[in-house]
């Protein structure tokens, strides 16, 4: 996980330097020749977002592509009877929001801070002029959109096959490759609410399912944070045997 430099301000401690190198690190522009990502960061402007606090709106114009510096993020919809729904969980070092840069004009979705967040933003017309002009980013950026429109079969299709206590373990166990980077344990913090909507199901039933298996010393069940205790356990939950 990428933290911050040390500084006063979260804010103005992500230097050129400090930007350039989270960038090398971002799917989208390690294909990038180290002088491009130099460019690129000096064209990023650090953003402080407070826990909680919306970095967008569905349905604001689509004019800046975000990349989650430090801090996580969630990506919800709002249905028709007024309920936000998780889409996606956003780790530092992640893109989101980049639809502009491909011409979107709206945002199709919201972007909200769960934790304490610094979001580095880019005008959406420089994203796009680097589209241009570097057909390695090009298709580092299609070879995202693959990569996110796989996750997104495979949670339909859990939907349709999968019992709730796989698609719960499942989800887990896809969450916390991203928090593990660099030896960090093998938790994730998330509410039982975000998980439920994550999984499809309701709060009781994610709130059971997780209860259970904490008696079980599968996992470690806080109020926002879950712990994997015994993975090889968990991997058999979601159908996918031991490991």
């Known amino acids: 996980m990428i933290a911050a430099p040390p500084h006063t301000s979260p804010q103005f401690a992500w230097t050129v330097e400090a930007r350039a190198a989270l960038l090398a690190t971002v799917p989208f522009f390690a294909p990038l020749p180290p002088a491009t990502i130099g460019e690129l960061a000096a064209l990023f402007r650090a953003k402080v977002v407070p826990r909680g606090e919306f970095v967008f709106h569905e349905g604001q114009p689509a004019d800046t592509v975000h990349i989650a510096a430090t801090g996580r993020l969630k990506i919800i919809r709002t ?11 956003i780790q530092p070092a992640e893109p989101f929001g980049v639809s502009g840069g491909w011409g979107a ?38 070879n995202d959109i693959g990569a996110r429109l796989r996750e997104a079969e ?42 439920a909507d994550l999984t499809g199901t309701t709060l009781s039933t994610a709130s059971r399912v997780l209860s259970a298996w904490h008696r079980r010393g599968v996992i470690l069940a806080l109020r926002e944070r879950v712990t994997i205790l015994d993975h090889a356990a968990l991997a058999t939950l979601a159908g996918e045997g031991g490991g």
């Open 79 to 89: 249905t028709a009877e007024g309920r936000q729904v998780v889409l996606r969980l």
């Open 105 to 142: 004009v709206a945002y199709p979705a919201s972007a909200r801070a769960l934790d304490h967040a610094v979001v580095l933003q880019l005008p959406a017309r420089e994203f796009t002029r680097y589209l241009h002009r570097h057909p390695a980013l090009a298709l580092a950026v299609i």
């Open 154 to 195: 495979e949670r339909i299709l859990d939907a349709e096959t999968a019992n709730v206590e796989e698609r719960i373990a499942r989800t887990l166990l896809r969450l916390v490759v991203p928090a593990t980077a660099g030896g960090a344990a093998r938790s994730v913090a998330l509410s039982r609410q975000d998980l």
